[in-house]
């Protein structure tokens, strides 16, 4: 009798365990299911977020060439059709002040101050005309066009300023000059309004394989990188990122305590940044 209840206690104690291991396999399967449910669901997101990124991409670098052709045909207008006006208008009031009589001093004066605002709106227009399109850029080069940026940063700011270029004109694309110049108005830019330095230093520098660009001052110097910084929405360092990515390089600000300055680093792959071969021997 008791054989009986032993053997029918063990096979209670085989079929207990039978179903919890059944229960387990099934719960481990369902786990396995769920898992590569998962799985599936983040390869999904993932290949849509890149593909959301890739769009937004496309679409900012399509809406910075919409804007950069838009500037520069409002500066082709600016310098012909106000350039034309402004022209016309000193020829007339040369003209007036040549026929007016020797003894009348006060309209002489008058159209005095009248050639004196018109010069000083013509320097404006230039100046305006420079900021939306470099004319130097298209006509002489990156690097005068840098120059003529960097004395009139240094000039506003009274600051004092160093350059290292190469010796030759480095035969930059038009994608890599206009989006080194605008990096570099707008770091210059935050120098002059936020830095409070005394001292800036913008260098060039190209290998065999990069194009090395930095701009360093000994301002107030920034807490965190330029990351931070642009996820606290400084959107002119998330443009100056974004001009350097649609090349391919890379952009870093050096992070630095307070009162230590900050330094702008980009470098652009050569085979990006530089003219085919074939196009500069054709230019």
Not at 73 to 81: G, Y
Not at 99 to 117: C, F, G, S
Not at 150 to 175: I, M, N
Request: proline fraction near 3%.
């Amino acid at each position: 009798m008791k054989r009986w209840i032993t053997t029918a206690a063990t096979l209670a104690n085989v079929l207990l365990i039978g179903g919890a291991a059944r229960m387990v396999y099934k719960d481990v399967q369902r786990r396995t299911r769920k898992t590569a449910e998962l799985a599936d669901q983040a390869q999904r997101l993932e290949r849509e977020i890149d593909a959301r990124t890739r769009e937004l991409v496309e679409l900012t670098t399509h809406l910075q060439s919409v804007a950069e052709r838009e500037k520069a045909s409002l500066a082709r207008e600016l310098h012909d059709e106000l350039g034309g006006l402004m022209v016309g208008a000193r020829m007339d009031i040369s003209w007036a002040e040549q026929h007016l009589r020797p003894d009348d001093v006060e309209m002489r004066q008058r159209l005095a101050r009248v050639q004196q605002n018109l010069s000083a709106g013509i320097d404006l227009k230039r100046r305006i005309i420079e900021e939306l399109r470099p004319t130097l850029l298209d006509n002489v080069g990156f690097i005068a066009a840098l120059r003529w940026l960097f004395k009139e940063t240094c000039g506003r700011g009274g600051l004092h300023c160093s350059e290292y270029f190469p010796d030759e004109e480095p035969k930059l694309s038009a994608d890599a000059a206009i989006a080194l110049f605008r990096i570099a108005q707008e770091a210059f830019a935050n120098i002059n309004q936020h830095a409070r330095a005394k001292a800036v230093d913008v260098s060039l520098d190209i290998d065999e394989d990069t194009v090395v660009f930095r701009v360093t001052d000994d301002g107030e110097g920034i807490a965190g990188d330029g990351d931070a910084m642009a996820a606290k929405g400084t959107h002119g360092l998330a443009a100056m990122r974004h001009r350097v990515r649609a090349l391919g390089g890379t952009f870093e600000i050096a992070a630095s305590p307070p009162g230590r300055g900050t330094a702008l680093t980009v470098r652009i792959p050569t085979v990006r940044a530089l003219r085919p071969v074939a196009e500069t021997e054709a230019l």
